[in-house]
């Protein structure tokens, strides 16, 4: 295990090499404080602005604890920011600069950082804001290039995948100014806006195959590495938890309705897909200077990316969104559902004839 002198020591000397100027004149703009909110749902913002640039104020609270993972109440030793599983959402617009602060209460056991794969420089910012506990950091960076992007702990060596399979993962989301296109210059808005996070667990099991229950993270660190090594998850889940997003907590639609979904991976590939539904426009690789996809049915998320995927519902119902692996979806966790109201349209599917008894065999 890295110690956390060592995990100081290089990420300190990485900054030194690093950074050219860690007090930098603020760029003379006005300032918004943004309160942040917990995933699946996402903080107030304009699509388009007409606004100028400003410094867009964030705080995230790293919390070590105990969470429950699945149905069995199946416990797991959590790593998170702002304490969910992932992170929340971040929306800022193209030349905003973002301004981060990051606090690690005196309660947690570990050093943690910060690295986004929005930013430009310093391991994505990760080399000047690794802190103890009972430390606190403020980083700013400038919001250069548009699209959705994962942001993740990264202390050093083994502490990064552990940290980051332990749900230390978010994701920002950078508008153009002028808003989001169908790549051919028609403007594109929704209505509503999701993230979901997906995050695969890899939870130790005792001899009997039970899985084990630790009472710090430190404690878990080793049995959960050998589980790690193996590349099996125990879990995928969306939001933290198996049924985080289903039954009475399913995101919520209306017919007519455009709705974003911004999905992300920090560590492993994923297929989005929405069964009985479809991606109108999906930025796969997540990225709005590049025109996105259109009539998708499944839509891949590289390990360590989020993309955005925007649906207009055309049917009321239940619908799954899954990763299209149906055994990570159905068995592992890797499931939410759409509760979307409004009229049914015949046109587009109808049953003609109900289930019924075959005819009888003819028996001339
Ligand atoms: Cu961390």
Redesign the pocket.
Same mark, same amino acid.
């Given at each position: 295990m890295l110690t956390r002198r060592a995990a100081m020591f290089s990420a300190a000397a990485a900054a030194l090499l690093l950074a050219t100027s860690s007090f930098a004149a603020e760029p003379n703009l006005p300032r918004q404080k943004v309160e942040l909110v917990a995933p699946p749902f996402v903080h107030p913002h304009e699509q388009a602005t007409k606004q100028g640039p400003k410094i867009m104020e964030f705080r995230l609270v790293?919390e070590e604890k105990k969470v429950v993972i699945d149905e069995k109440g199946t416990t797991f030793q959590a790593?998170t920011f702002n304490g969910s599983m992932p992170g929340p959402l971040m929306v800022v617009h193209e030349g905003d600069y973002v301004d981060v602060t990051l606090v690690n209460p005196a309660t947690n056991s570990? &050093? /943690?950082?910060i690295d986004f794969h929005s930013a430009t420089g310093a391991l994505g910012g990760a080399a000047l804001t690794l802190i103890n506990p009972g430390e606190q950091v403020v980083l700013r960076w400038k919001a250069t290039r548009t699209g959705v992007f994962v942001y993740h702990?990264? &202390?050093g060596g083994p502490?990064i995948p552990w /940290?980051v399979v332990?749900g230390?993962n978010g994701a920002v989301m950078v508008l153009p100014r002028d808003g989001l296109n169908d790549g051919h210059g028609h403007p594109l808005k929704y209505d509503r806006i999701y993230y979901v996070g997906e995050q695969d667990l890899y939870v130790p099991r005792d001899e009997k195959g039970n899985f084990k229950s630790y009472d710090s993270p430190g404690e878990a660190y080793t049995d959960t590495e050998e589980v790690m090594r193996k590349l099996i998850p125990t879990h995928v889940v969306f939001n933290g938890k198996v049924g985080a997003l289903t039954g009475k907590n399913a995101l919520k639609a209306n017919v007519g309705e455009n709705v974003m979904i911004v999905h992300s991976q920090a560590n492993r590939d994923s297929r989005p897909h929405l069964i009985g539904g479809h991606g109108d426009y999906v930025w796969e690789t997540g990225k709005f200077s590049n025109a996105p996809e259109t009539g998708l049915e499944t839509w891949f998320i590289r390990g360590g990316s989020a993309g955005a995927a925007m649906y207009k519902f055309l049917q009321p119902g239940i619908y799954a969104y899954v990763t299209h692996n149906l055994i990570e979806a159905a068995d592992l966790g890797a499931s939410a559902h759409f509760k979307v109201e409004g009229k049914w349209n015949d046109d587009l599917m109808t049953q003609v004839k109900a289930p019924a008894d075959l005819p009888a065999p003819n028996t001339n």
């Open positions: 790293v790593m570990m &050093p /943690h950082n702990c990264a &202390p502490m /940290h332990s230390m």
